[in-house]
């Protein structure tokens, strides 16, 4: 009963790895702070669903991890 929790946000660590590797390419750090410049692009279709589902899963993470360290 308590590997479920660990289970849990080991699937979601797994899953949050490859979408975060299958991002398109060259959006680097230099982005983050304005370097590159690069015209702006929205994110359409397919990439904006892989975005959405990052953020979602980034979330699950952290969530998943502060309840590892409250049943811890």
Known sequence: ????????QSLISVTL?????I???G???GRAWGGGGEFYKSRRG???IIFNLTVL???LFLA???LNIILA
Not at 17 to 21: F, T
């Open 46 to 48: 397919v990439e904006k």
């Open 17 to 21: 790895i490859i979408l975060i590797l």
């Open 64 to 66: 998943s991890s502060i």
């Open 1 to 8: 009963m308590k590997n479920i929790p660990v289970i849990i």
């Open 27 to 29: 959006v680097g750090l």
């Open 57 to 59: 899963f980034a979330v």
């Open 23 to 25: 991002q398109a390419k």
